[in-house]
């Protein structure tokens, strides 16, 4: 079975900063991924996926995020952070043939300095 | 807007109550699920339909019984509950279930206390 890990749970950085927060996967093939948004009080809206080809996925925001195999990793960047950016990021991890079940990270809880 | 609409946002019940949550979704999907999220938890899916047929239920208790009429609305009956069953429930769709691969997409969910 497929899991997902977030080793930070809060990120505080600067308006205008950039951004890097870390989802780690285990999974015995190639995942595919997700990384999801959550303001305070709403739901999950997607920020990009990686189903295959280019590893290096833009998603909407201006974040990005790039797939690389050798380390298991997803990490979501972004060059220079918004204060509207602050909430909570989640990583998810689906198995090819598995049915369309994401495993999800715990989640970061982002904030951002004025 | 993500196309999916879950009512009402914020639901407080007492334990022997009995409630719906419902989730309406209008991208022409196939699939539709059921989520849990609790504090420093990870989301936990609780229930997919496909094509208006249940077929994931992921060791759910029986007081949470969800009904799908048609594919494009999902419900969550709830009765009985317990003060731990307090969560964010999310309501997701994706365009098939059985394609891996398939983005989810979620509605804003419904809060719901349980005292």
């Known amino acids: 079975a497929q899991s997902v890990t977030q080793p930070d749970i809060h990120i505080t950085v600067s308006e205008g900063a950039s951004l890097e927060l870390r989802c780690n996967y285990s999974?015995?093939?190639?995942?595919?991924l997700f990384w999801y948004v959550q303001s305070p009080g709403q739901g999950l809206q997607l920020l990009l996926k990686y189903f295959s080809g280019d590893t290096l996925v833009q998603g909407i925001k201006g974040f990005e995020a790039e797939f690389k195999r050798s380390q298991s990793s997803f990490n979501l960047r972004k060059p220079s952070v918004h204060w509207s950016d602050a909430a909570e990021y989640f990583c998810a991890v689906g198995a090819w043939g598995g049915g369309n079940k994401l495993t999800f990270g715990t989640g970061t809880q982002l904030k951002v300095e004025l | 807007e993500t196309g999916v609409t879950q009512t009402p946002r914020h639901l407080v019940m007492g334990m022997t109550n009995k409630k719906s949550l419902k989730c309406e979704q209008h991208?022409?999907?196939?699939?539709m699920y059921w989520y849990k999220q609790s504090a420093k938890k990870p989301l936990e899916l609780m229930f997919v339909y496909s094509l208006e047929e249940r077929v994931e239920n992921n060791s759910v208790p029986s007081r949470f019984s969800p009904e799908c009429p048609n594919s494009s609305h999902l419900f969550l009956h709830l009765h009985t509950l317990q003060p731990e069953d307090s969560a964010l429930y999310l309501c997701a769709s994706s365009q098939d279930r059985g394609l891996s691969g398939n983005t989810i997409y979620f509605g804003e969910g419904s809060w719901l206390t349980v005292v």
């Open positions: 991208l022409g999907h196939n699939a």
């Open positions: 999974y015995g093939a190639t995942p595919y």
